[in-house]
């Protein structure tokens, strides 16, 4: 599957990203990170936990947090109806990131990734590993790691 | 080989474990010759299996000790010296063992010379006294030396005092099968296995085992034949295989839950029957699961005999340690956790319980103090006591220390019980020994012992009775893997409680014999004649659906989920309560382990994830929600207080009226006694002036403008003054209204008889003097002068217990341009300085109940912030003796009660430094 193309830079390795969509935007998670894509039923609040938790949910056996994403990127919350959920592991624990709905898989080469702009608010700016042009919209990197690491770390204290 | 030492390191660890026990019993017992058979067996076991192994350091260090331990044997006698070098030894053993098992089996550098010359003087004195015995000894050995094994395997000669496999031989079979050790299965274990592997050893090594050593094997064998058969029986299964099988079994038991809560929906499921037997059969496979990890308590408790031992000595005080109830089993987990806990206290109590020899002997009691632990089950937990028989806790000392520390006030000590004194040696950084040792004392102690237990879901308690001693109450769930909870409802979601802190249900119903009560807004139950503080679930989970709404409790037909944590108990309301179900508890994700308020989480019956509630966390949220309340109610009262301050006074009930002129006049609706209105009939004229008859007596009519009469006619309004039996009628035209309003007194009046104008109802009111109505109707009640205003806005503190004079002074001092604030005691002064109010002078009655002027003045002239402060003094009484008396006191001047412009006069001398006695 890796087509390795000689003539291109070292950097132009491709990934394949799982392209969701939250609150109209495009986003991309490298697909090594996705464990699986779900829907969630029964989820359990957590009281006093962090407004972007949207609580407990029992997926296999396993006890996942499920995040909701439109909350994390300061969206308006989602109209009742499905929604879709991707799980994701990090350190050890179980997470799932509560989303609009899942497309397509996509591989992207390098090429068209670029850095954050620099004008991108700052909450998203945070959990954004990069863009991609793609055509006709921009997919937005989401760095799991970080989007993880900046919820647990300040309540680590 | 590395099976060999992984296998070698735990079984020598037990066996010193075993050791160190029966070093303490055998010091104890000289004599008992069993406990030393069993000493020196176990040391050997262990010199050998080092010698087998390759272990020259461990070897040699063992075989010194070994060879004193021999000369006891051999009739020398026990000196508790011998006893700690052995003990120091073997300390040394373990140390290298532990080091050993951090290298992965290289035994580390150093040098045990220290010891093992140390061990072979002592030996050598020792065979001063049985030097014939140890010659024969050293034959006997030297006869033997082929016989050894593990010496020839390692070609080396056998040395000076050295035990021959005869000597061993007959230890084997002197010793009687071990009983009063808890793990004696494992010392059996110990010299079962140990032949066994060097004989294996052997076969690898060297073929050319003699027939010595399956002999000893049979003998052995024969030897223990009863007990052997059980020993037999047990095998070795390492930690991780029975923690896999437990969670196996966990999650079986949630399966197992699930069906059923499935099979509760058809009622009539042919899968009834065979789930139930299911159910049977999970249920005892999981008991027997957690009892393959249960372990006798004793197993925490088999360093403690050493431990007690070594302080004995350094502390220089016999101390006795019984154990009672060491077989008690518990959870592996749970036994690790209170090792550390458990022996803390021992020492603790060591140290700060027992007293000194003399000391006991001087309270009548005998010179040995005792420790005893003690366990047992309760109700699905293990209370563990640590008790001693010592001084018990000095109530004092603690509350000295408390107060020291900030962690309460004196005031707040006197309030409490000693129970509750006592458990402030559970706070950080607490410890009442006078001076660290190497003991305690240094604070990290009963805290720390606190939070371990409380870690694992138990509570620490403590009864103390001074001159008798100490016990610590330990309580432990028995496991940690399963537990039982109570499922809740609170607004819609459903929780977890822990079954080991609830104490019992209550419902609650507005009209059964339980029902919420409140005080203030603080809701309480009365309960079997105490009051329980509540708390509903969903408040203090901030999930109420609608803001926080006081009567929601009230008419709330719910539960109280009675809880108790450690010493506190409270009641936590819920609005329903479903049934309890076994759970395991799954730690949370690290995301939301910063919730104080749960324990975990996990999968019920049904598929769905619960929250478990940490009681824990509850009751830590019970009281900072007092206290922060507290600290809301104090922080509303400050701002209450700024803004007085900043407004400059409270607001007053002014009586509105008419009188001579059409511009409304106010007065202080405090100073008014009464309204009357009399028949103008009754008016009567005497002496040159309007009196009526009033009670019994002549009331002196007044009137605002001098020029002004009552009316000719019909009934005349009164505005009726008294003071000390006296009274005078104010004649009025009209009474318009009574208001609430600030008194600004904002232009000053040059008119007789008016204060001045303030805005009242949003008309320029005069506020009328009554000091200048008074004297009208009695000259002696007080004589008007001029009044003089001043611009200087000085804060003033009135004080005076006559409500009459305070209303009365207040407006006369803003008149005179002075902001005051008036209280009715010194008590209210005191608070009023205490409150941080800074006032430049104070003006207080000398003639006061309970504290008079004199005193306050005093009292205020002791403290530093108030010893420059003026205060004047105001009575009735005006003698040349009360005005040394007022001198003597403190008081910067001394005026007349009624002499309001000496008042002002003498205000104004203390302002601009001029000080002087203007009575």
Redesign the interface.
């Known amino acids: 599957m890796t087509k390795q193309d000689v003539f291109s830079t070292a950097t132009d390795d491709t990934v394949q990203y799982v392209t969701v969509v939250i609150g109209g935007q495009l986003f991309g998670l490298p697909i090594s990170q996705v464990h699986d894509v779900f829907m969630p039923e029964?989820v359990?609040?957590?009281?006093?936990?962090?407004r972007e938790?949207a609580?407990?949910?029992?997926l296999r056996?396993r006890?996942v947090?499920a995040i909701d994403m439109r909350k994390r990127l300061h969206l308006e919350p989602r109209e009742m109806g499905q929604m879709m959920a991707v799980g994701i592991e990090h350190?050890g624990?179980?997470?799932g990131l509560v989303i609009d709905s899942v497309g397509e898989v996509l591989t992207l080469s390098a090429d068209t990734r670029e850095a954050n702009p620099t004008n991108l608010d700052k909450r998203w700016a945070e959990i954004a590993g990069g863009v991609h042009r793609l055509e006709g919209k921009l997919m937005v990197i989401l760095d799991v790691e970080r989007l993880?690491g900046s919820?647990?770390e300040p309540?680590?204290? | 080989m590395d099976d060999l030492l992984s296998e070698f390191l735990t079984e020598t660890n037990e066996s010193l474990d075993v050791v160190d026990v029966e070093l303490v019993k055998f010091e104890q017992e000289p004599n008992n010759a069993t406990i030393l058979d069993n000493i020196f067996r176990l040391v050997h076991t262990i010199k050998g299996t080092c010698g087998f192994l390759g272990l020259p350091r461990l070897e040699a260090l063992a075989h010194a000790a070994e060879t004193l331990m021999g000369k006891f044997r051999d009739g020398s006698p026990v000196t508790p010296e011998a006893v700690s070098l052995i003990l120091n030894s073997i300390d040394r053993i373990k140390e290298i063992l532990s080091e050993l098992e951090a290298a992965g089996g290289a035994e580390p550098e150093g040098s045990d010379d220290d010891l093992i010359s140390e061990l072979e003087r002592m030996s050598l004195s020792a065979e001063a006294g049985s030097g014939e015995d140890e010659a024969e000894g050293e034959e006997a050995a030297d006869d033997h030396a082929e016989g050894e094994l593990v010496y020839q395997v390692l070609e080396r000669p056998l040395r000076p005092g050295e035990v021959s496999l005869d000597d061993l031989e007959k230890a084997f079979q002197e010793t009687e099968a071990e009983v009063e050790l808890p793990d004696t299965a494992d010392g059996e274990d110990d010299h079962d296995d140990q032949p066994g592997e060097i004989l294996t050893g052997a076969e690898a090594a060297d073929a050319d085992a003699d027939g010595k050593k399956p002999t000893v094997e049979k003998k052995k064998q024969n030897k223990s034949g009863k007990s052997g058969s059980v020993s037999n029986q047990t095998i070795r299964v390492s930690v991780e295989t029975l923690e896999h099988l437990m969670t196996m079994v966990s999650?079986l038991v949630?399966t197992r839950n699930q069906l059923l809560e499935i099979v509760r929906r058809h009622e009539d499921s042919e899968f009834k029957v065979p789930l139930q037997r299911l159910s049977n059969v999970t249920a005892e496979l999981q008991e027997g699961v957690m009892k393959t990890r249960m372990q006798p308590i004793g197993n925490a408790w088999q360093k403690l005999p050493r431990i007690v031992r070594d302080l004995s000595q350094e502390l220089e005080k016999p101390i006795e340690l019984e154990m009672v109830g060491a077989d008690t089993e518990l959870d592996r987990q749970v036994l690790e956790l209170i090792k550390d806990p458990l022996t803390h206290m021992v020492r603790n109590s060591a140290d700060h319980g027992l007293e000194m020899p003399a000391d006991r002997r001087a309270a009548g009691k005998s010179d040995k103090g005792t420790i005893t632990l003690s366990a047992y089950h309760e109700g699905g937990h293990i209370i563990i006591e640590v008790r001693d028989n010592g001084r018990g806790l000095d109530v004092d000392k603690i509350k000295a220390k408390a107060v020291s520390n900030g962690l309460a006030s004196e005031a707040e000590l006197e309030k409490m019980t000693d129970q509750q004194i006592h458990r402030f040696i559970f706070h950080a950084g607490f410890s009442t020994a006078a001076q660290v040792t190497s003991v305690s004392g240094r604070g990290v102690g009963m805290d720390v012992v606190r939070n371990n237990i409380e870690l694992i879901g138990g509570s620490v308690d403590l009864r103390s009775v001074p001159g008798k001693g100490t016990s610590f109450i330990i309580k432990i769930p028995l496991t940690l893997a399963i537990v039982s909870t109570l499922i809740v409802e609170a607004s819609g979601?459903?929780f977890a409680i822990p079954q080991l802190s609830v104490v019992e249900l209550v419902r609650v119903q507005t009209n059964s014999e339980h029902k919420i009560e409140r005080i203030k807004d603080t809701p309480v139950l009365r309960l079997r004649n105490k009051l329980l503080p509540l708390v509903h679930l969903s408040h203090l989970?901030?999930?109420s659906e609608e803001p926080v709404d006081d009567n929601a409790i009230e008419q709330d037909n719910g539960f109280i989920v009675v809880m108790q944590v450690g010493s506190q108990t409270f009641g936590v309301v819920v609005d329903g309560v479903f049934h309890t179900e076994e759970i395991v508890v799954?730690p949370?994700?690290?995301?939301?382990?910063?919730?104080t308020?749960?324990s975990g989480?996990?999968?019920l019956g049904d598929?769905?994830?619960?929250?478990i509630i940490d009681p824990n966390g509850v009751a830590s949220a019970m009281a900072s929600h007092a206290s922060s309340a507290v600290a809301e109610e104090n922080a509303t009262e400050q701002a209450d207080l700024l803004q007085e301050a900043i407004d400059g006074q409270a607001t007053i009930s002014m009586l509105l009226f008419r009188a001579g002129s059409p511009e409304p006049k106010a007065v202080p609706l405090s100073l008014v006694t009464r309204l009357e209105e009399f028949e103008v009939s009754k008016i009567e004229r005497s002496n040159g002036r309007d009196l009526v008859q009033y009670r019994g007596a002549l009331m002196p009519l007044v009137y605002v403008d001098p020029g002004h009469t009552h009316r000719a006619e019909g009934t005349q309004p009164m505005l009726v003054f008294s003071d000390s039996g006296r009274s005078m009628g104010l004649v009025v035209d009209e009474i318009v209204d009574i208001v609430e309003d600030r008194m600004n007194i904002e232009v000053g009046s040059e008119r007789a008889g008016i204060l001045g104008s303030a805005v009242i109802k949003e008309r320029a009111t005069e506020i009328i003097d009554l000091g200048y109505y008074l004297p009208q109707a009695f000259d002696d009640w007080f004589m008007r002068k001029e009044m003089e205003s001043s611009a200087l806005t000085k804060k003033v503190l009135l004080v005076d217990d006559s409500a009459f004079f305070r209303n009365m002074l207040t407006p006369v001092l803003k008149a005179a341009g002075y902001d005051v604030t008036a209280c009715g005691s010194a008590q209210a002064a005191f608070e009023q300085l205490e409150n941080g109010d800074t006032f430049n002078a104070i003006v207080s009655d000398i003639e006061m109940p309970e504290i008079n002027g004199f005193e306050l003045c005093e009292a205020l002239r002791r403290d530093q912030r108030f010893r420059q402060m003026p205060i004047l003094a105001l009575s009735a009484v005006v003698t040349p003796a009360s005005i040394e008396r007022g001198r003597q006191a403190g008081f910067d001047d001394y005026v007349a009660k009624f002499d309001r412009p000496g008042l002002i006069a003498a205000l104004k001398d203390v302002f601009s430094g001029e000080l002087g006695i203007a009575a």
Not at chain 1, 44 to 50: D, F, I, K
């Open positions: 029964t359990t609040r957590v009281p006093l936990a962090a938790v609580g407990v949910l029992n056996g006890i947090t350190k624990e179980s997470y993880l919820m647990i309540m680590a204290a | 999650e949630l979601d459903r989970l901030g999930i799954k949370m994700s690290t995301m939301l382990r910063n919730l308020m749960f989480n996990t999968i598929g769905s994830v619960i929250m």
